[in-house]
């Protein structure tokens, strides 16, 4: 935690009666805002200083703001296991090992959280019920890249993962600040879209005066 940080807290603690984290855990939503606008005016043609932006932002809110080292590990876990589980195991079983993994992986921390029955302090399985639901989408996505596209519906089609995606991205992917500690959870492919800006392509022909603004530069 940084030197000092909790100051302001433990005063507006004194005047609203909400708990230090918690008063921690609404500026880490207004923060998020301004710092959207931050990373907005980062060049679409660098997506990886989009993803270096998104993973600074996610530990300073992770140890910086809250002091959960713990909460990196914890979500380090999760997200490399579930990665090196698409990675290495193949069959239809490979999504479901994926859930059970991080749906177990959950459960034990959330078993911690009862037994330290603290509900004034915020610590990282917030986190973790979000990354759970992104890391089991993650594991199908990878699943249905596999498949055959005549085996597929249109909506698996979009999401399917023929490739994983390098570490950066998916580190980026599975820090992404604005919803870091409450969602929403999204697939891979949506955040992919938006990092590369793909997202926003409208169709030859199209007025350029209604083509949506880019920093390519």
Not at 35 to 42: M, Q, W
Not at 95 to 98: F, H, K, L, S, T
Not at 130 to 139: D, E, G, H, I, Q
Not at 179 to 185: D, H, I
């Given at each position: 935690m940084l030197p000092f940080i909790n100051a302001p807290f433990v005063y507006l603690t004194g005047l609203t009666g909400a708990s230090v984290d918690e008063l921690k855990l609404i500026t880490s939503f207004?923060?998020?805002?301004?710092?959207?606008?931050?990373?907005?005016?980062?060049?679409?043609?660098?997506?990886?200083?989009k993803n270096l932006f998104i993973i600074a932002v996610s530990l300073f809110y992770l140890v910086g703001l809250f002091d959960l080292w713990a909460g990196i590990r914890t979500l380090f876990i999760s997200s490399a296991g579930a990665y090196l589980i698409a990675a290495y195991i193949e069959g239809p079983m490979m999504?479901?090992?994926?859930f059970v993994f991080v749906m177990g992986h959950m459960s034990v921390n959330h078993f911690y959280r009862q037994i330290a029955n603290a509900p004034d302090k915020i610590d990282i399985t917030g986190a973790q019920?979000?990354?759970?639901?992104?890391?089991?989408?993650?594991?199908?996505?990878?699943?249905?890249?596999?498949?055959?596209?005549?085996?597929?519906?249109?909506?698996?089609?979009?999401?399917?993962l023929p490739q994983l995606p390098s570490l950066l991205d998916f580190a980026g992917y599975v820090l992404f600040f604005p919803?870091?500690?409450?969602?929403?959870?999204f697939d891979y492919v949506e955040y992919r879209r938006w990092i590369e800006t793909t997202m926003f392509e409208v169709p030859a022909g199209t007025d350029p005066s209604k083509r949506p603004p880019t920093r390519k530069k």
């Open positions: 207004l923060l998020s805002y301004p710092l959207a606008g931050v990373l907005k005016r980062i060049p679409d043609s660098k997506p990886y200083q999504p479901w090992i994926g019920m979000v990354l759970a639901m992104k890391l089991t989408a993650f594991c199908w996505n990878v699943h249905d890249g596999q498949l055959p596209g005549k085996d597929l519906v249109e909506f698996q089609k979009e999401r399917a919803s870091l500690f409450v969602g929403p959870s």
